[in-house]
């Protein structure tokens, strides 16, 4: 047993994932989807059937089986944790839920800086649940890679400020230009919390961490460098000596690939709205990207998706590496068949 | 009375918003507010109690009113036409309304080519009394000029589509990638629609439009090429004729900005993601810029405000003109008062 894990771990290390994220050669165009792990699988439905998401993400054997279920179905080349955003908030008591059909919703919003005490330090005990089922998936996924997953100060402090999703993130913004040294205390927090996520999900074995930043689009440039960018570069910090590949990605950023490459990405997640030869010069050569079809292609005949698919794979050419994946998460009316034509046919695609 | 009109038209012509949107020297940057018609002013609130929004936009009375009602508060440079995108629509009959919370709602979304027929041409008796409303304010405007406005054909269809607001716009671009010869009778109604709506607020008496097209940014730059272009341009060339400035505006559309540019427009409306001067090198020298404060910044305190909107100022002096404005509309929570605030600082701004 202890030389098939062995040799398994080896198998992850050279599997196309973890070598198109540090920019090696592979033998086929690796893909997974955000929020694969969910939503639009029918036997993601029966297995959360009156289990509330967030009791379904501490709960070990659930994280589980909902993280390989697209695995199985599908093949794709990574295995995205099952959790949420939010997960670490409700680990250390930050009172909160997930309303369906709304997203987190939290009951006390964050107003003043006595609040800031609630956000104590993740321990280990906090997500031990979640750290099990990590370590479980490691062994179920053979030469697949897990990777692991957090959200980014700026996302994390917009739910805790605004006390739910927010169209114009305005209580954020009005706390960040009213009173920054809050807002930095704040973001700094988060960021720890943050960061010690990740570093748990990576040594319970994960190969691979993401940085959601789903709200970053919604900064200028200007703001995102001076009032978001040094926290995020501080979760990602958080986790360089582990030797992972690092993923950031957020919605809408266009302007801010460049600044979110340089807070320390190895691979940078691009929407479908910048072509990813575009992405390339924005971001530089140094890093990989991960993109980009418009997640409603998916919708449409398999002749346009698989022309669209094609042109994504060929602008990916241009950098060292790329993961292929939507440019958002799947929506959760998705056909799963439609999904897995367009695994196949990623994998299929024949390279110059 | 004959004079005084004619004195007003050459007033208006040589007003500092039409000098920037023709990339005329100015006197003072001009400014105006989307949306400054309404949501946050106490007067607005008490004249639409017990009136719904669609009803007030076909009363004469309310139009010329709420279009009032910021000029004589703020002092801005342009009055906008209080009105709606989907007004035209509901004036041929459609059956839609706009849901207070939501937005406009459309009774039977479309689905198929036997609803093109619903679609009609928009005559003039359509819209009499906001015709009439137009005519009315070129007099009490006086030297301020008037906007007319429309909804750009892929916003509109993407109401009658999805059947209200969207997140993901799916059924819409579902629609264009299956079945593009329907989509584009779809969208060529539309532009008809929406162009012969512009005609008539102009012969009325306004003297530049508006093409708002809200969620053009959903689009990657190669589908918005493909499919929404020549409908957007078909409306802008309905009033070429006229001798008006034609703006053209969207949320979320750094990669589109040159794209809006080339169907027509004299002026680009740029949110709050891409500086001005950045926006100019993807605009061209040939037309004037708008915009773009973030809204959100107007809860800040006002030093911030005003160094905000000076940094605004002095990128928009890389384009021929520039009229100030948000990046988007006015958040009905916005104080009043640091709107006229606002405007003062950009009014007394020195210019080198």
């Not at 669209?308 to 794979?313: E, H, L, P, T, Y």
Request: include cysteine; charged fraction near 25%; charge should be negative.
């Amino acid at each position: 047993m202890a030389e098939r894990i062995g040799s398994v771990t080896s198998d992850v290390s050279r599997s196309d994932f973890l070598r198109a994220c540090r920019g090696e050669a592979t033998d086929r165009v690796p893909v997974w989807f955000m929020r694969q792990a969910g939503r639009s699988l029918p036997e993601y439905r029966a297995v959360r059937e009156g289990v509330a998401m967030l009791d379904s993400c501490f709960r070990t054997d659930l994280v589980v089986e909902i993280t390989m279920q697209p695995v199985r179905r599908y093949g794709v080349d990574a295995a995205i944790f099952f959790s949420d955003i939010v997960v670490p908030l409700k680990a250390i008591g930050v009172d909160l839920d997930i309303v369906p059909g709304t997203g987190p919703v939290v009951a006390e919003p964050f107003r003043d800086r006595a609040q800031l005490d609630a956000l104590r330090g993740l321990e280990p005990d906090d997500v031990a649940p979640i750290t099990a089922a990590a370590s479980a998936l490691v062994g179920e996924l053979g030469d697949t890679p897990l990777i692991g997953f957090a959200g980014a100060p700026f996302t994390l402090a917009s739910y805790l400020v605004e006390g739910g999703p927010s169209r114009d993130h305005r209580r954020t913004k009005q706390l960040m230009r009213s009173d920054p040294d809050l807002w930095h205390e704040l973001a700094g927090r988060l960021a720890r919390i943050a960061g010690d996520f990740l570093r748990l999900q990576v040594e319970a074995g994960a190969s691979a961490v993401q940085l959601f930043d789903s709200w970053a689009g919604t900064l200028s440039l200007a703001d995102y460098q001076e009032l978001v960018a040094p926290h995020s570069r501080a979760v990602l910090e958080a986790v360089a000596d582990l030797d992972v590949p690092r993923i950031h990605f957020g919605v809408g950023t266009g302007e801010l690939l460049g600044a979110m490459g340089d807070v320390g990405a190895d691979v940078v997640g691009v929407d479908w709205r910048v072509p990813l030869d575009d992405a390339v010069q924005r971001i530089g050569p140094d890093r990989s990207v991960q993109g980009n079809l418009d997640p409603t292609t998916l919708f449409a005949p398999a002749d346009v998706v698989e022309r669209q698919a094609a042109r994504v794979i060929e602008a990916g050419r241009a950098a060292r590496g790329h993961v292929f994946n939507l440019g958002h998460g799947v929506l959760p009316e998705t056909d799963p068949d439609a999904l897995a034509r367009l695994v196949d046919f990623v994998h299929g695609y024949e390279r110059d």
